[in-house]
T-cell receptor, first 115, second 111 residues
Framework: EAGVTQSPTHLIKTRGQQATLRCSPI?????VYWYQQALGLGLQFLLW???????NRGNFPPRFSGRQFPNYSSELNVNALELEDSALYLC??????????????FGDGTRLSIL | RKEVEQDPGPFNVPEGATVAFNCTYS??????FFWYRQDCRKEPKLLMS???SGNEDGRFTAQLNRASQYISLLIRDSKLSDSATYLC????????????FGKGTHLIIQP
């Protein structure tokens, strides 16, 4: 079974630019989560998508946005990039079942560097 | 108080020893609990879920104490390949939220 896949592996941008990160969940998983892991910090929850809709977002400004497509893949968009956006961005997927608590499975991440 | 707290370590442990980590969480309504392992500059990988009755997977044993709101991980007969950062992870609701991660405990197994 293919795992969660993310692209690109690395992305280099400059301040003020926009970045788009992509994620494909495990087949059969409908929920996609995005996390940011900045150097020296723990993983911070960014966004949760399920069935094409944004279900919840973490404590991040509106310039962090995204969407989920009908095939459940997802994009994370970061506008007006700032130096502190440099981080590893991780995507995770899980099957959403309200009556159970499924673990999330992570992709390899996209390392975003802002120059 | 942080939602999930862990001793960052590092724990330096000789190969073959037994090592234990604890983690505390603040939200008493938390519903599910996990240990993830993260190698340097890699993605977190699920090590094991943590059940109220305690559970074991080979050399790894996880325990949950809901009354005291802490989770533990015990590693027996540690291997060099166990060197990693171990993340304590809490889910506040059935998929309704992102996972809440501790900052991790860094483990170094020494030959």
């Amino acid at each position: 079974e293919a795992g969660v896949t993310q692209s690109p592996t690395h992305l280099i941008k400059t301040r003020g630019q926009q970045a788009t990160l992509r994620c494909s969940p495990i087949s059969g998983h409908t929920s996609v989560y995005w996390y940011q892991q900045a150097l020296g910090l723990g993983l911070q929850f960014l966004l949760w998508y399920d069935e094409g809709e944004e279900r919840n977002r973490g404590n991040f400004p509106p310039r962090f946005s995204g969407r989920q497509f009908p095939n459940y893949s997802s994009e994370l968009n970061v506008n007006a990039l700032e130096l502190e956006d440099s981080a590893l961005y991780l995507c995770a997927s899980s099957p959403l079942r309200p009556d159970s608590n499924q673990p999330q499975h992570f992709g390899d991440g996209t390392r975003l560097s802002i120059l | 108080r942080k939602e999930v707290e862990q001793d960052p370590g590092p724990f330096n442990v000789p190969e073959g020893a037994t090592v234990a980590f604890n983690c505390t969480y603040s939200n008493s309504a938390s519903q599910s609990f996990f240990w993830y392992r993260q190698d340097c500059r890699k993605e977190p990988k699920l090590l094991m879920s943590v059940y109220s009755s305690g559970n074991e997977d080979g050399r790894f044993t996880a325990q949950l104490n809901r009354a005291s709101q802490y989770i533990s991980l015990l590693i027996r007969d540690s291997k060099l390949s166990d060197s990693a950062t171990y993340l304590c992870v809490v889910n506040r609701g059935g998929g309704a939220d992102g996972l809440t991660f501790g900052k991790g405990t860094h483990l170094i197994i020494q030959p």
